[in-house]
């Protein structure tokens, strides 16, 4: 009677992203984080199961705000953001930076859109976008449709050439 005790509190205390990274084609884990922009700050103001319908969702995680690498993959997506809007989609950074980190970042790089603010990690983890020997996400890119599946992963994301932008506009133009 104590083991099956001791797994019903297993299975009712296990975390909501059990089961695996999500895959093209599975349903992508629903999260609520905190955000900022260039012009506030909003706490617990975005869910991505509330955002769906509308867009294609870009999740792009990254390491965290005022490194090079991280400033050039935003800056890109903001340089870029006409022609991301123009293929439906909606972009959102994520790392696990403070939002006012986020908010003073997105105001110097003068970014259109949300940094959704992961301090603990846990929607890194459950999009294996997080890597426990530094402590911090690793650069992927998920795109979400506007049914809520999985529609591209791009795990390594690199950010020294076009290459994996160039990759994810095609991966946009194919979901159109």
Known sequence: MRLFTLLIAIVLTAPAF????????SNAPDFTLSYATKD???????????SLGTNTIILAFYP??????????????????????????????????????????AKQLDLQFALL???????????SS???????????????DRSGKVAYIDP?????????????KSALKAIQ
């Open 117 to 127: 603010s992961d301090h603990d990690h846990a929607v890194a983890k459950a999009y």
């Open 18 to 25: 059990a089961g695996g990274p999500p895959q093209v084609g």
């Open 64 to 105: 965290g705000n005022w490194s090079g690498g991280c400033t050039k993959e935003m800056c890109t997506m903001r340089d870029n953001f006409a022609s991301l809007s123009e293929l439906g989609a909606t972009v959102y950074g994520i790392s696990g930076d403070y939002v006012w980190s986020h908010r003073e970042w």
């Open 40 to 50: 506030t700050i909003v706490s617990k103001g975005f869910t991505l199961s509330t």
């Open 156 to 168: 390594d994301y690199r950010v020294a050439t076009d290459d994996s932008f160039n990759k994810l």
């Open 130 to 144: 997080y890597n426990p020997e530094t402590g911090y996400n690793k650069r992927t890119v998920y795109v979400i």
